[in-house]
Structures are given as structure tokens and as C-alpha cells.
């Protein structure tokens, strides 16, 4: 008998710390709590968190690593579901599973090339302006013209991004055009340098709050913060569509890139 349990990772991983077991400690604690001969593999399967099967009185446990940060209750319950050959899992157990996507990870995270300078605006000279003015010259973080994908939300663009694993700061490439003025890119700048300025900061549900009461009191002492939001509700419909026909473009990009790559295996052939 098998169990199997897919989840995809979704999240952000912003909290790395140390692991609660050694492996062979796990594996003793899951033992108990199943109360029968356990063998315990574990995992950097990205599907596939949780897998077990029983084989002549023994069970073979396939887990992903981030058990290893699962606190005594979730392993009880896991061993309870064990127990009872339960094929689902334990509510405390999915829970963990799921709050610990961010353990899921597709290999290390590379910083990708940096692009500063754009058709219309150069982000180089952007950043040292806002890093000279707001920040005492002193913010140290890379930013780059990001590739567009897959941001549009509901009502609105994400034109800037703050990634805190990379420390790097993302630029939409529909704001690298001469109708966008300069006080608007500013604008999106000036708030991406201080997500990474001041973090996150913990609100009494310890969920952490990242556009707090600081950040919105640092974000107005930018002096044209009420043209640049203005610009943007006059503006959305036209960088909506300028968006969606980068997107169009790379995709097409992306198309002939396939084709000529197939055409010169043909060719090889
Ligand atoms: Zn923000």
C-alpha cells in the first residue's frame, strides 16, 4: 500500500533556520510514534513530500528534508496516521506540509544578469539619484529591468518587485518607455529600495507586515509620491496593453528561438 501526497511549492522562502532533528534522531522519534519497524529515506522530491509503503511488517517512509524542521505534534501525528494506514494525511501534518513550501525549492537561487540600461531609461542612474537623495548614498542593492512575465494582477501591474532571497530589485519593462516620465519610474524605485531598506516587521499575529505604518511615512517623503500614483490611474489602461504586448513579443521570441533550435538539429541530422 502507498500514499502519496503532491503539493506544489507557491511561496517565498524568507525564514531559514536551523533544523529540529538529526536524520537518524527522526527516524527513532517516527519509529516510536508508529510503534513498528520504520525505515526512514528522506527527500528533495518536489512533489512528492510524503510517501510510504509496507513491506513484511516494516513500513519504508519516503519524506522531503523539510521534516527535519517539523515539531514533535506534526511527527506524533504523522506517526498516528501511520498507525492507522491512513492514506490521508493528518490535518496537522498538511498543514506543516504546507506551511513549509518555501522548503521546496528548485535548486539554489541564481542572481540573474543584471540589465540597468533600458531603450528609455537608464536604472543606474535612477538608483544613484534616489540612493544620493533618500538613502545617504548608502543602499547597496542590485537591480535589473525584469522580463515582464507573468506579473499582470487583477486591476493593476506589479511594476516593481522586491525579491528578498536575491536581494535584488526587479523593474517591469513596460516603465523602459519615453511616455512613462521620470518621476513615476522614480516612484517605483524609491519603494522597492525601501522594501529592502526596511524588511518586514512583525504585526501582533506574528504575521509580517511589510508595507507598515514606517514604510508608508518613508514612502511620501518621496515629493512627487501623489503625481506619480495620479500618473498611474491616468496611465493603467495604455501600460496594461504595452504589457500585454511585450508579453506577445516574447512569446514570439520565445517561438522562433524553438524553431530555429529544432530547425538545426534537423539540419545536423
Ligand atoms: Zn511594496
Known amino acids: 500500500m502507498a500514499s502519496v501526497l503532491s503539493l506544489r511549492p507557491r511561496q517565498l522562502a524568507l525564514r531559514f533556520e536551523e533544523a529540529l532533528w538529526e536524520p537518524s534522531g527522526l527516524e527513532e522519534a517516527l519509529t516510536r510514534e508508529a510503534g513498528r519497524p520504520l525505515e ?74 543584471l540589465v540597468t540600461r533600458g531603450q528609455a531609461h537608464d536604472l543606474t542612474e535612477v ?4 540612493n544620493a537623495r533618500f538613502f545617504s548614498g548608502r543602499l547597496r542593492v542590485p537591480i535589473t529591468w525584469g522580463r515582464g512575465s507573468g506579473r499582470a494582477r487583477r486591476g493593476g501591474l506589479t511594476f516593481g518587485s522586491y525579491d528578498p532571497v536575491l536581494a535584488l530589485i526587479r523593474i517591469h519593462p513596460v516603465l523602459d518607455r519615453r511616455e512613462v516620465p521620470v ?10 529600495m525601501l522594501h529592502h531598506h526596511l524588511g518586514g516587521v512583525s504585526d501582533r499575529a506574528g504575521r509580517t507586515v511589510y508595507h507598515s505604518r514606517a514604510f508608508r511615512q518613508a514612502e511620501v517623503l518621496y515629493p512627487w509620491h501623489r503625481e506619480a500614483l495620479h500618473w498611474e490611474k491616468e496611465n493603467l489602461p495604455q501600460l496594461l496593453r504595452a ?12 517561438a522562433v528561438a524553438r524553431n530555429s533550435r529544432t530547425g538545426a538539429r534537423r539540419r545536423s541530422r
Do not use: C, W
Open 40 to 113: 526512514l529515506t528522506l527527500t528533495e522530491n518536489r512533489s512528492v513530500l510524503l510517501s510510504f509503503r509496507r513491506k513484511a511488517g516494516r513500513i519504508e517512509l519516503r519524506l522531503h528534508r523539510m521534516f527535519l524542521h517539523a515539531p514533535l505534534f506534526v511527527i506524533t501525528a504523522l506517526g498516528r496516521g501511520l498507525r492507522r494506514r491512513s492514506r490521508k494525511a493528518d490535518g496537522e501534518v498538511r498543514r506543516f506540509m504546507n506551511d513549509n513550501l518555501f522548503r521546496v525549492r528548485k535548486g539554489e537561487r541564481k542572481m540573474p544578469p
Open 127 to 130: 538608483f544613484s539619484r534616489l
Open 183 to 192: 518621476y513615476f519610474l522614480e516612484s517605483v524605485v524609491h519603494h522597492e
Open 243 to 254: 504589457s500585454q504586448a511585450l508579453g506577445r513579443e516574447r512569446r514570439a521570441a520565445r
